[in-house]
């Protein structure tokens, strides 16, 4: 079983569903559910993620993060440090955890992926309607992903301050450039 199809069986158990009984409220077949469950369908779609979270009152990101760090797990693999996949599966202690032993190259690495993140969701926001669902899912990953960015960056700044750095000068520890007043560490 995947963490994504054990974190859904933990979810429809707890309100006391059947697989069938969250397939009609998710407007999806009993099939695809016990597949998810099961880990015959390891990768399901973005849409049947968002419709089974729907119907279970939780965040799709809940159902994905469990997925990502799942799959990689189920590989062999550790999670990759300061990539936005583990971002977005590990919760804000553990991310802030990270962040303290990291180095500053690594960080500032980071700080540029999250960037390039975040324009690209901004881009992907002006794509959709005014008040759609669609619209307010990406609205929430632009919100989470400049909070991590600004965490980033303070994290940044003040181990700087500890090397002999001096941010308020408009360099990072690295050698970049600030960009913009006060915003943000970009090369």
Do not use: C
């Not at 974190?7 to 597949?35: D, Y």
């Amino acid at each position: 079983m995947s963490e994504m199809g054990e974190l859904l069986v933990r979810i429809r158990r707890s309100r006391m569903w059947t697989q069938g009984r969250l397939a009609r409220e998710a407007g999806v077949s009993p099939t695809t559910v016990s597949g998810i469950e099961t880990g015959r369908i390891a990768r399901p779609r973005f849409e049947t993620v968002r419709k089974l979270a729907r119907a279970l009152e939780v965040e799709p990101e809940r159902l994905l993060a469990a997925g990502v760090a799942g799959g990689m797990l189920e590989r062999g693999e550790e999670p990759v440090p300061l990539s936005l996949e583990w971002a977005r599966s590990v919760g804000e202690e553990e991310f802030e955890r990270r962040l303290e032993v990291e180095s500053l190259e690594r960080l500032e690495s980071f700080l540029r992926r999250l960037d390039e993140e975040r324009r690209r969701l901004q881009e992907l926001y002006g794509r959709f309607p005014e008040d759609s669902e669609q619209r307010r899912f990406v609205k929430r990953q632009i919100r989470r992903v400049s909070a991590q960015f600004g965490s980033v960056s303070t994290s940044m700044m003040f181990r700087a301050g500890e090397n002999g750095g001096s941010p308020e000068h408009g360099r990072s520890p690295a050698g970049s450039r600030r960009s913009g007043p006060g915003r943000r560490w970009l090369r």
